[in-house]
């Protein structure tokens, strides 16, 4: 097979087309630190980096979605805490004026007192949060991950009980009787336990919220590790190829010279 100077040219050029790509491949990678800078450039760590950057934007929302939870349930806290001390009070009222040595004015005082409170209380259950009520209505519900959700529990039996019994034990003040005013404070009692048991079922969702945060929040630096990884060039090794290829390009630009020898034209210029 005949090998002309043209094919020789061809080949030089070509040659000299790829290096060049190849040193300007390097360089855009050396100046912008990241491995990937088209899809083209590696194909299975575009993939990569699209699938993490979905999951990472996933978690986020969880993450999101746990903050919010967060508030709410802490408003929660806040709301029940308060109330637990105001009905604390009404129980002690209700015990002082249980006692068959309390006299009538006194009673009708601690009933004016209880009718203040039962106004706290009901301020308490009518707590707004975005425009929702805190503790009765729809609870809103929040996604945590693929299969766990979390929610409040309303608090309308509590109420209906509350008011019952404090109607009860204002009735029972200004009517110095004395067996509704102990069936009052039994009742207000039992409604203190069941407030309890609301405040311990939303602290352990706290508790939980806690774990999954921290989980989550795990998950995200793990994730930016691996974009990373993907993503980032080795600055060290791409230097190191960089100048390997730069000193390709000039060898092959001086044996290029070297092979393409002047022509007749050459001379008679």
Known sequence: MRVTDLTIQRNFLYNIFNAEKRLGSLQEMASSGKAIGRPQDDPVGSEKSISLRHNMAVNNQYLRNMEKARTWMSQTEQALGHLTDVLSRVHDLALFGATGTTPDEARKAISAEVSQLKEEISGVFETTVDGRKLLEGTMPVWRLSTDVTITCKGTESIR????????????????????DITAAAEGIDRVLDSVLAHRAE?????????????????????????????????????????MSQQMAYQTALAVGARLIQPSLLDYLR
């Open 160 to 179: 209906a009980d509350v008011e019952q019994y404090i109607d009860q034990l204002i009735q029972g003040l200004d009517n110095s009787d004395e067996a």
């Open 202 to 242: 939303n602290g352990a969702k706290l508790r939980r919220l806690d774990i999954l945060e921290e989980k989550a929040g795990d998950m995200d630096i793990e994730f930016q590790r691996l974009l990373s990884n993907v993503e980032e060039a080795d600055l060290t090794e791409v230097i190191v190829k960089l």
